[in-house]
T-cell receptor, first 111, second 117 residues
Framework: KQEVTQIPAALSVPEGENLVLNCSFTDSAIYNLQWFRQDPGKGLTSLLLIQSSQREQTSGRLNASLDKSSGRSTLYIAASQPGDSATYLCAVRPNDYKLSFGAGTTVTVRA | GAGVSQSPSNKVTEKGKDVELRCDPISGHTALYWYRQSLGQGLEFLIYFQGNSAPDKSGLPSDRFSAERTGGSVSTLTIQRTQQEDSAVYLC???????????????FGPGTRLTVL
């Protein structure tokens, strides 16, 4: 069974600092890995999707890397802003359609 | 519509009552998924639809849970004889296609927060 772990569980940084969020998974047979953002009381917003054949994806201040062989992904958020405060979820899609989620990292960016 | 919508946004019910949760996927998306997010449990998969068929119901926690999809569009998740442990946020997602070979992004709705008293 695929298990997804996110470290740390919570993170608090001053505005302007770079954020590094880690995700690890136990089974490297995945189709893709997706990073989501969840705001309190809201659904999930997809941030980046990395296909299994890719090493990284970038969107604006966000960059996600994938090392499938070691079962790791890292989400980097450059120059954090208070609006980046949210819970960030990592999800892997094994060779079926179900997403397996980590428990998330709750980020607070202090102004 | 522009995104996945779910209704109601909040539902408070008494133990033992039945509830129905609705999901409207993005127009044209053939695949639809239900997930549950419980406090301290994270997100867990419940059921997957491809069109109106549900090839995988393995995540439904008990036979009190059922779901259907009609017209390849709207889906309803029904929970009978609700229990307090059913309290959670129920999230629906859709993707353009589904199945093992699909790599399409799953787009999530805002969820329905269910509270069973």
């Amino acid at each position: 069974k695929q298990e997804v772990t996110q470290i740390p569980a919570a993170l608090s940084v001053p505005e302007g600092e770079n954020l590094v969020l880690n995700c690890s998974f136990t089974d490297s047979a995945i189709y893709n890995l997706q990073w989501f953002r969840q705001d309190p009381g809201k659904g999930l917003t997809s941030l980046l999707l990395i296909q299994s054949s890719q090493r990284e994806q970038t969107s604006g201040r966000l960059n996600a890397s994938l090392d499938k062989s070691s079962g790791r992904s890292t989400l980097y958020i450059a120059a954090s802003q208070p609006g980046d405060s949210a819970t960030y979820l990592c999800a892997v899609r094994p060779n079926d359609y179900k997403l397996s989620f980590g428990a998330g990292t709750t980020v607070t960016v202090r102004a | 519509g522009a995104g996945v919508s779910q209704s109601p946004s909040n539902k408070v019910t008494e133990k033992g009552k039945d509830v129905e949760l609705r999901c409207d996927p993005i127009s044209g998306h053939t695949a639809l998924y239900w997930y549950r997010q419980s406090l301290g449990q994270g997100l867990e998969f419940l059921i997957y639809f491809q069109g109106n068929s549900a090839p995988d119901k393995s995540g439904l926690p008990s036979d009190r849970f059922s779901a259907e999809r009609t017209g390849g569009s709207v889906s309803t998740l029904t929970i009978q004889r609700t229990q307090q442990e059913d309290s959670a946020v129920y999230l629906c997602a859709s993707s353009r296609s589904g199945g093992p070979s699909s790599t399409d992004t799953q787009y999530f709705g805002p969820g329905t927060r269910l509270t069973v008293l």
